[in-house]
Each structure stands twice: as structure tokens, then as C-alpha cells.
């Protein structure tokens, strides 16, 4: 069931994006970072566990796109309770951009990661955002895709939708 809903919320964002995007200009970020720090329990910037059973994720590194080019902070909660077979689970992200063209941009997002394949320590994350507050009065939402490199703990993240 949890999956059906993840797809059904990527669908919906693809039908806002579709609808809008004659109207409005074209937002896209990529962001490579790695993991710094993990604790139980949900980020206190991102505190939704439905389940309880959650773990904060921050992942620190660089961004480039529509900000510019600067610095990344991805803070998210992954509920491993509501986590399903195969193995995805769903999380809820902050993500504080400081880049040459906008200082200090928020993302919100809502997603789910899942494994490659059973015997893989890799990762790929998709869910949609919002940007929730910007320098510049930037305003944008859209979808995302990523890889997690189990091994290295790499988080390549690309972040693309309308303003």
C-alpha cells in the first residue's frame, strides 16, 4: 500500500509540474554531499515519524544549479518503520543551500529509498519538493532522483521543477 501511495504522490507532482510549466520558469539542482552524522530518532529539523522508529541522516557537501554554486546540508528522517519489501523506506528532508546566486534557500521534500537490488549496498531516492524560503523570494517545486553509494556514503541528489 505504501508503495502505491509513493507513486501515486509522484504522479500528482508530475501533473502540477506539467500544468505549470508553461506559465513559469525552469528550477534544477544538483547536490553531492556525504554523510556526517547519524542519531535515533527523527532530525529536529525535519521531526515527522509517523512509525517512531525513525533515524536522522545529515549529509553535508556541495550544490550547483539555480543557486549557484556553494554549500549543502541535507537533514533526513528516514521512518524505518513504515520501511516495505524490498526495502524501501520513506523519509522527510530538509535541505539548507548557500550558494553565489541565493544565500540561504530551503527545500522541503518526501520520498522514499530503495535498494538496487536485494545484495546491493546502493541506493536510488525519488519523491517531490517544495522550496520553503529563499534570500531571493525564489519559489519552486518539482521532483527529485538520487543515488546512495552504500560503500562511500555518497549522496548525489538532482532536484528539477518550476518557479
Known amino acids: 500500500m505504501l508503495k502505491e501511495f509513493w507513486l501515486a504522490t509522484e504522479v500528482i507532482a508530475a501533473i502540477l509540474l506539467l500544468g505549470v510549466a508553461a ?4 528550477f534544477s539542482e544538483t547536490i553531492s554531499a556525504t554523510l556526517t552524522s547519524t542519531t535515533s530518532g527523527a532530525c529536529d529539523v525535519s521531526s515527522i515519524c509517523a512509525s517512531g522508529d525513525c533515524t ?3 549529509y553535508d557537501g ?3 544549479g539555480s543557486v549557484g554554486k556553494g554549500t549543502a546540508e541535507v537533514d533526513a528522517t528516514e521512518d ?3 520501511a516495505t519489501t524490498p526495502g524501501c523506506t ?3 528532508s530538509e535541505v ?3 550558494g553565489s546566486k541565493d544565500s540561504d534557500q530551503e527545500i522541503d521534500g518526501v520520498g522514499a529509498i530503495c535498494p538496487l537490488s536485494a545484495s546491493s549496498a546502493n541506493s536510488k531516492l525519488s519523491g517531490g519538493f517544495n522550496i520553503t524560503s529563499s534570500d531571493v523570494s525564489a519559489t519552486g ?3 527529485f532522483a538520487g543515488t546512495l553509494t552504500g560503500a562511500t556514503n ?3 541528489l538532482h532536484y528539477k521543477g518550476t518557479n
Do not use: I, Y
Request: proline fraction near 4%; hydrophobic fraction near 50%; charge should be positive.
Open 23 to 26: 506559465n513559469a520558469g525552469s
Open 56 to 58: 536522522c541522516l545529515v
Open 62 to 64: 556541495t550544490v550547483s
Open 80 to 82: 524505518n518503520g513504515l
Open 90 to 92: 520513506p523519509f522527510f
Open 96 to 98: 539548507f543551500l548557500s
Open 141 to 143: 517545486w518539482g521532483l
Open 154 to 156: 555518497r549522496l548525489v
